[in-house]
């Protein structure tokens, strides 16, 4: 780099003139002149300034090839799911195989003069699927009666202090609980039918040697409950197909090694307007406000409060027929879990107690509901929209243990993330 060079103006052919060298410097540069900040900047070379370039463009290096390999097994992972999918309902396809599409599009007869509430019609039904014999049952599988949640010596209030066995036995139930109900959640779509979800979960539950909890509960016909728009809970799997726009709660419990799992969420599918996800984020900030204060010493009466509170702020309503409840060795148990406002629920909470807390949100200043025919979903009387999420929580020395808890996600609190139920 020359500092003393002429040059001719611009297009001109003017001979260009090189400077004599400097004293003391055969290469033309002169020791005693000062160097333009430009030339310094150039000359000058940093090492450690050069390392840390090279450290930065490593590690950028680095997170795009995990992200790479990332989303390389996340995309084997959907294919493997998208495969099993298929295998599991080409092994059912007899649950409707030779059924005309119009008659799984058709409303039970027992509807014909019922007045709907709102937009949403059922659909047929299909039969009840067995459990293998290999897989352990609880008392009302054969029946529909649960024997032991009857049984007095049950029904006292007291609520269970679980041992730390029991407690390990949880973890491990809720854990499968919340993968088939991940594995129902991916396949959930428009186009999907409630009764595909079914089988899909049943077939979920099965293979990982357990028993869907819901499955001739007081003589329930199916396997999960899907529950779609104005649905509040308890919703029957049929043949509907879901469409775009629609929300969907799905409530998965499951039942292995002598104890019980319950959880549930509700998924935006397609393009959905926007109070259906001030509705279903209000839903879920209510478990959210519930789950903080689930520690020693609270009351059970008192979390209604919170969710009241904000199902109010954003405009909502919150049931008030359906609570949550005790889980373990039975299904539903002490303690009661009301989640309104000045309910007169028993019991203070202490570690060791596991429970549900679900909340089911209506739009509207509305709380109430109404049955179908079927004697099982509960529908609002407005024909608004309800959303509902649920977890399995255990009281610990210090907190809270989310033992339904999404993978990945903490365990001590509940953080909204709209992504994990667009569908």
């Known amino acids: 780099l020359d500092s003393h060079t002429g040059m001719g103006e611009p297009g001109s052919s003017e001979t260009v003139q090189e400077a004599p060298p400097g004293p003391g410097n055969e290469n033309g540069e002169d020791k005693n002149s000062d160097a333009s900040p430009e030339t310094d900047e150039v000359l000058t070379h940093d090492p450690g300034a050069n390392r840390e370039v090279e450290r930065t463009e490593e590690k950028t290096k680095t997170k795009k090839k995990k992200k790479k390999k990332s989303m390389n097994k996340n995309k084997k992972e959907r294919l493997r799911l998208e495969r099993w999918y298929k295998e599991v309902l080409e092994k059912t396809k007899e649950q409707v195989e030779g059924i005309p599409e119009e008659k799984l599009s058709e409303m039970p007869p027992e509807f014909e003069v019922y007045g709907f509430s709102g937009d949403l019609r059922p659909c047929y039904v299909t039969k009840q699927v067995t459990v293998p014999s290999e897989i352990e049952k609880p008392d009302y599988a054969d029946d529909g009666i649960p024997v032991s949640e ?38 959930l779509k428009a186009g999907a039918t409630g009764d595909e979800i079914d089988r899909i979960i049943h077939a979920a539950t099965i293979e ?22 104005e649905v509040i809970c308890h919703g029957i799997p049929d043949c509907r197909k879901i469409q775009e726009g629609d ?52 009351m059970y009466r008192d979390v209604g409060a919170v969710i009241s509170r904000k199902a109010a702020q954003n405009g909502c309503a919150v049931v008030k027929t359906y609570c949550g409840h005790g889980v373990g060795r039975l299904f539903h148990t002490s303690p009661s879990v009301p989640h309104y406002s000045k309910n007169k629920a028993i019991g203070i909470m202490r570690p060791g107690h596991i429970f549900t807390i679900e909340p089911m949100i209506n739009d509207g200043s509305s709380w ?51 992504n994990a139920i667009k569908r």
Not at 166 to 187: A, N
Not at 277 to 285: D, H, Q, S, W
Request: aromatic share 8%.
């Open 208 to 229: 990982r040697g357990a028993y869907p909890s819901p499955l001739n509960y007081n003589n329930f016909p199916k396997s999960v409950c899907v529950s779609v728009n």
């Open 247 to 298: 929300i969907v709660n799905l409530d998965v419990s499951v039942y292995k090694n002598g104890f019980h799992a319950d959880l549930n969420e509700t998924y935006i599918v397609g393009d959905v307007d926007e109070d259906a996800i001030r509705l279903v984020k209000t839903a879920y900030e209510c478990l959210q406000q519930a789950c903080e204060m689930i520690r020693p010493g609270t």
């Open 368 to 418: 109430s509901d109404a049955l179908w025919p079927d004697n099982w979903t509960a529908v609002t009387t407005n024909g608004k929209r309800s959303a509902q999420f649920e977890h399995t929580f255990l009281v610990t020395e210090t907190g809270v243990d989310i033992l339904t808890a999404r993978k990945g996600a903490p365990t001590s609190k509940l953080i909204w993330d709209e």
């Open 150 to 187: 009857n049984d007095p010596a049950n029904r006292t209030g007291q609520i269970h202090v679980h041992t730390p066995e029991e407690i390990e036995i949880m973890r491990d139930v809720c854990r499968i609980g919340r993968e088939v109900l991940d594995i129902g959640g991916k396949f």
